[in-house]
Protein backbone atom coordinates (compact mmCIF):
# COMPACT_ATOMS: atom_id res chain seq x y z
CA UNK A 1 0.00 0.00 0.00
CA UNK A 2 0.88 3.63 -0.75
CA UNK A 3 -0.22 6.89 0.30
CA UNK A 4 -1.19 9.48 -2.94
CA UNK A 5 1.00 12.32 -3.64
CA UNK A 6 0.17 15.56 -0.94
CA UNK A 7 -1.60 18.19 -3.05
CA UNK A 8 0.88 20.54 -4.18
CA UNK A 9 -0.31 23.54 -2.67
CA UNK A 10 0.95 22.09 0.58
CA UNK A 11 3.42 24.14 2.29
CA UNK A 12 6.47 22.25 4.33
CA UNK A 13 5.00 22.84 8.27
CA UNK A 14 1.67 24.18 7.25
CA UNK A 15 -0.28 21.87 8.94
CA UNK A 16 1.98 21.95 11.99
CA UNK A 17 0.90 25.42 12.11
CA UNK A 18 -3.10 24.97 11.28
CA UNK A 19 -3.12 21.89 13.44
CA UNK A 20 -1.07 24.25 17.04
CA UNK A 21 -3.89 26.94 16.12
CA UNK A 22 -7.30 25.31 15.22
CA UNK A 23 -7.19 21.49 17.12
CA UNK A 24 -7.18 20.09 13.98
CA UNK A 25 -6.63 19.85 10.19
CA UNK A 26 -7.54 17.90 7.23
CA UNK A 27 -5.69 15.87 4.70
CA UNK A 28 -7.33 15.64 1.19
CA UNK A 29 -6.00 12.37 -0.96
CA UNK A 30 -3.23 11.30 1.46
CA UNK A 31 -4.46 7.54 0.97
CA UNK A 32 -4.89 5.32 -2.67
CA UNK A 33 -8.10 4.73 -3.33
CA UNK A 34 -7.75 1.14 -3.82
CA UNK A 35 -5.96 1.03 -0.19
CA UNK A 36 -9.49 2.73 1.37
CA UNK A 37 -11.25 0.36 -0.70
CA UNK A 38 -9.97 -2.77 0.24
CA UNK A 39 -10.39 -1.64 4.00
CA UNK A 40 -14.12 -1.08 3.37
CA UNK A 41 -14.53 -5.12 1.75
CA UNK A 42 -12.56 -5.87 5.14
CA UNK A 43 -15.38 -3.78 6.80
CA UNK A 44 -18.11 -5.19 5.68
CA UNK A 45 -16.86 -8.80 5.65
CA UNK A 46 -16.59 -8.63 9.33
CA UNK A 47 -20.43 -7.90 9.86
CA UNK A 48 -20.71 -11.56 9.26
CA UNK A 49 -18.50 -12.50 12.22
CA UNK A 50 -21.71 -13.52 14.66
CA UNK A 51 -18.68 -15.21 16.74
CA UNK A 52 -18.19 -12.17 17.55
CA UNK A 53 -20.80 -9.17 17.42
CA UNK A 54 -22.44 -10.56 20.72
CA UNK A 55 -23.35 -7.79 23.22
CA UNK A 56 -21.02 -9.34 26.33
CA UNK A 57 -18.12 -8.81 23.90
CA UNK A 58 -16.13 -5.69 25.47
CA UNK A 59 -14.80 -5.37 22.00
CA UNK A 60 -18.28 -4.69 20.48
CA UNK A 61 -20.26 -1.28 20.90
CA UNK A 62 -24.28 -1.15 20.70
CA UNK A 63 -26.43 1.98 20.16
CA UNK A 64 -30.48 2.42 19.57
CA UNK A 65 -31.41 3.41 16.26
CA UNK A 66 -33.18 6.25 16.23
CA UNK A 67 -35.95 4.83 14.00
CA UNK A 68 -36.35 1.69 15.09
CA UNK A 69 -35.63 1.23 18.71
CA UNK A 70 -33.75 -1.83 17.91
CA UNK A 71 -30.36 -2.03 20.13
CA UNK A 72 -27.83 -2.34 17.16
CA UNK A 73 -24.35 -2.79 16.45
CA UNK A 74 -22.07 0.04 15.71
CA UNK A 75 -18.18 -0.55 16.56
CA UNK A 76 -15.08 -2.63 16.89
CA UNK A 77 -13.07 -1.15 18.81
CA UNK A 78 -10.08 -2.39 18.44
CA UNK A 79 -10.02 -3.34 15.15
CA UNK A 80 -6.77 -3.72 13.34
CA UNK A 81 -6.90 -7.19 14.75
CA UNK A 82 -9.51 -8.34 12.48
CA UNK A 83 -8.15 -6.44 9.43
CA UNK A 84 -4.96 -5.99 7.54
CA UNK A 85 -6.35 -3.23 5.61
CA UNK A 86 -7.11 -1.30 8.61
CA UNK A 87 -3.70 -2.29 10.33
CA UNK A 88 -1.91 -1.09 7.20
CA UNK A 89 -3.44 2.37 6.98
CA UNK A 90 -2.92 2.66 10.22
CA UNK A 91 0.75 2.24 9.70
CA UNK A 92 1.07 3.88 6.52
CA UNK A 93 4.33 5.69 5.67
CA UNK A 94 2.25 8.68 4.61
CA UNK A 95 0.34 8.94 7.33
CA UNK A 96 2.86 8.87 10.17
CA UNK A 97 4.75 11.55 7.84
CA UNK A 98 1.92 13.73 8.56
CA UNK A 99 2.13 13.16 11.93
CA UNK A 100 5.39 13.56 12.16
CA UNK A 101 5.11 16.84 10.93
CA UNK A 102 2.40 17.84 13.43
CA UNK A 103 3.78 16.06 16.24
CA UNK A 104 7.62 16.83 15.50
CA UNK A 105 8.52 13.51 16.54
CA UNK A 106 7.64 10.18 15.80
CA UNK A 107 3.89 8.99 16.41
CA UNK A 108 2.96 5.82 18.01
CA UNK A 109 -0.76 4.07 17.40
CA UNK A 110 -2.50 4.32 20.83
CA UNK A 111 -6.15 3.19 20.06
CA UNK A 112 -7.85 2.16 16.93
CA UNK A 113 -11.83 1.93 16.06
CA UNK A 114 -14.12 0.93 13.02
CA UNK A 115 -17.51 2.87 13.66
CA UNK A 116 -20.13 1.76 11.11
CA UNK A 117 -22.90 3.68 11.60
CA UNK A 118 -25.65 2.43 10.09
CA UNK A 119 -28.84 4.38 8.85
CA UNK A 120 -30.56 5.94 12.16
CA UNK A 121 -27.71 4.96 14.16
CA UNK A 122 -27.77 7.62 16.81
CA UNK A 123 -24.28 10.10 16.83
CA UNK A 124 -22.64 11.31 20.16
CA UNK A 125 -22.87 14.82 22.26
CA UNK A 126 -20.38 17.24 22.51
CA UNK A 127 -16.93 15.98 24.26
CA UNK A 128 -13.18 15.74 24.21
CA UNK A 129 -11.93 12.72 24.11
CA UNK A 130 -9.15 13.04 26.35
CA UNK A 131 -9.98 11.65 29.92
CA UNK A 132 -7.76 11.92 32.71
CA UNK A 133 -6.48 7.84 33.28
CA UNK A 134 -3.26 8.38 35.45
CA UNK A 135 -0.66 8.11 32.57
CA UNK A 136 -3.38 8.93 29.17
CA UNK A 137 -1.36 10.93 26.80
CA UNK A 138 -1.85 14.50 26.66
CA UNK A 139 -0.79 14.46 23.33
CA UNK A 140 -3.52 12.18 22.34
CA UNK A 141 -5.03 12.55 18.64
CA UNK A 142 -7.29 10.86 16.53
CA UNK A 143 -7.38 10.18 12.57
CA UNK A 144 -10.52 9.92 11.10
CA UNK A 145 -10.42 7.53 7.73
CA UNK A 146 -13.71 7.63 6.30
CA UNK A 147 -14.22 4.21 4.21
CA UNK A 148 -17.23 6.09 2.49
CA UNK A 149 -18.58 9.71 2.40
CA UNK A 150 -19.10 11.58 5.36
CA UNK A 151 -21.27 14.42 5.45
CA UNK A 152 -23.73 16.35 7.68
CA UNK A 153 -26.29 14.42 6.46
CA UNK A 154 -25.10 10.90 7.56
CA UNK A 155 -23.74 12.15 10.92
CA UNK A 156 -20.35 13.27 10.26
CA UNK A 157 -17.85 14.37 13.04
CA UNK A 158 -17.96 17.98 13.99
CA UNK A 159 -14.95 19.77 15.27
CA UNK A 160 -15.11 23.56 17.09
CA UNK A 161 -11.75 25.05 16.66
CA UNK A 162 -9.42 26.89 19.14
CA UNK A 163 -10.93 25.38 22.50
CA UNK A 164 -7.83 22.94 23.01
CA UNK A 165 -6.03 25.99 24.21
CA UNK A 166 -8.08 25.96 27.34
CA UNK A 167 -7.53 21.87 28.40
CA UNK A 168 -9.53 19.78 29.73
CA UNK A 169 -13.27 21.41 29.77
CA UNK A 170 -14.91 19.16 32.74
CA UNK A 171 -13.85 17.60 35.64
CA UNK A 172 -10.58 15.66 35.29
CA UNK A 173 -11.67 12.57 37.64
CA UNK A 174 -11.14 9.76 35.80
CA UNK A 175 -14.71 9.69 33.76
CA UNK A 176 -16.16 10.36 30.72
CA UNK A 177 -18.22 13.65 31.04
CA UNK A 178 -20.42 15.18 27.61
CA UNK A 179 -20.06 19.38 27.86
CA UNK A 180 -23.25 21.03 28.24
CA UNK A 181 -25.19 23.48 26.67
CA UNK A 182 -23.66 26.29 25.59
CA UNK A 183 -20.00 25.70 26.24
CA UNK A 184 -18.69 26.36 22.48
CA UNK A 185 -19.86 28.56 19.74
CA UNK A 186 -22.01 27.15 17.39
CA UNK A 187 -21.31 29.30 14.71
CA UNK A 188 -17.76 28.11 14.81
CA UNK A 189 -18.66 24.53 13.83
CA UNK A 190 -16.62 22.97 11.27
CA UNK A 191 -18.64 19.65 10.04
CA UNK A 192 -15.38 17.47 8.68
CA UNK A 193 -17.09 16.29 5.30
CA UNK A 194 -14.83 13.98 3.64
CA UNK A 195 -14.50 11.38 0.99
CA UNK A 196 -12.66 7.84 1.18
CA UNK A 197 -8.73 8.69 0.69
CA UNK A 198 -9.08 11.92 2.97
CA UNK A 199 -8.46 12.22 6.38
CA UNK A 200 -9.22 14.58 9.46
CA UNK A 201 -7.01 14.92 12.41
CA UNK A 202 -8.12 16.21 15.49
CA UNK A 203 -6.89 16.64 19.11
CA UNK A 204 -7.79 15.19 22.35
CA UNK A 205 -8.80 18.16 23.82
CA UNK A 206 -11.06 19.73 20.58
CA UNK A 207 -14.54 19.70 21.64
CA UNK A 208 -16.58 17.53 18.85
CA UNK A 209 -19.81 15.72 18.36
CA UNK A 210 -21.88 14.08 15.77
CA UNK A 211 -25.42 13.79 14.76
CA UNK A 212 -27.70 10.85 13.68
CA UNK A 213 -27.19 9.54 10.74
CA UNK A 214 -30.48 10.30 9.22
CA UNK A 215 -29.81 9.40 5.27
CA UNK A 216 -30.35 5.89 3.62
CA UNK A 217 -26.72 5.14 3.24
CA UNK A 218 -23.73 4.07 6.45
CA UNK A 219 -21.00 5.97 7.92
CA UNK A 220 -18.46 3.65 7.84
CA UNK A 221 -15.02 5.28 9.32
CA UNK A 222 -12.12 4.01 11.31
CA UNK A 223 -10.73 6.43 14.07
CA UNK A 224 -6.39 5.91 14.90
CA UNK A 225 -5.22 7.19 18.18
CA UNK A 226 -1.72 8.45 18.54
CA UNK A 227 0.25 9.71 20.58
CA UNK A 228 3.73 11.16 20.45
CA UNK A 229 6.77 8.82 21.26
CA UNK A 230 7.48 11.19 23.97
CA UNK A 231 4.84 11.14 25.86
CA UNK A 232 3.96 7.55 27.26
CA UNK A 233 6.38 5.89 23.99
CA UNK A 234 4.30 2.92 22.88
CA UNK A 235 1.09 1.94 24.89
CA UNK A 236 -1.67 0.82 22.87
CA UNK A 237 -1.61 -2.76 24.68
CA UNK A 238 -1.88 -1.14 28.08
CA UNK A 239 -4.50 1.44 27.20
CA UNK A 240 -6.76 -1.83 26.24
CA UNK A 241 -6.01 -3.43 29.34
CA UNK A 242 -6.94 0.03 31.30
CA UNK A 243 -9.67 0.79 28.92
CA UNK A 244 -11.23 -2.78 29.75
CA UNK A 245 -10.68 -2.58 33.58
CA UNK A 246 -12.84 0.60 33.07
CA UNK A 247 -15.65 -0.84 31.00
CA UNK A 248 -16.09 -3.87 33.45
CA UNK A 249 -16.46 -1.33 36.72
CA UNK A 250 -19.11 0.42 34.61
CA UNK A 251 -21.12 -2.91 33.29
CA UNK A 252 -20.87 -4.58 37.22
CA UNK A 253 -22.57 -0.91 38.14
CA UNK A 254 -25.54 -2.06 36.13
CA UNK A 255 -25.61 -5.58 37.51
CA UNK A 256 -23.50 -7.12 34.45
CA UNK A 257 -20.56 -9.27 35.23
CA UNK A 258 -20.19 -11.63 32.41
CA UNK A 259 -18.36 -9.69 29.75
CA UNK A 260 -15.18 -11.05 28.02
CA UNK A 261 -12.57 -9.67 25.56
CA UNK A 262 -12.69 -11.47 22.17
Known amino acids: MRSVTEPKSSVPGSRH ?3 EEQGFVIVRE ?12 EAVTLLSRHDLILKDNLRCRWQTNVYSGECQFETFDPVIDLSPACRALA ?12 YGETARLFKDKLI ?33 SASLANGCTV ?10 LSPEDGQYHPLPDGTVDESLAVPLELEPGDVAIFGGFTPHRSAANLSATWRRQLYLSYNKDSDGGPQRDAHYVEFHRWLRRRYAEHGKHDVYFQ
Open 17 to 19: HEY
Open 159 to 168: VYPGYHHRGS
Open 30 to 41: LFAPAAVEEALT
Open 116 to 148: YKPPGCPGYGLHQDWISWPGFPRSFLTVLVPLE
Open 91 to 102: EDSGLHGVLADL
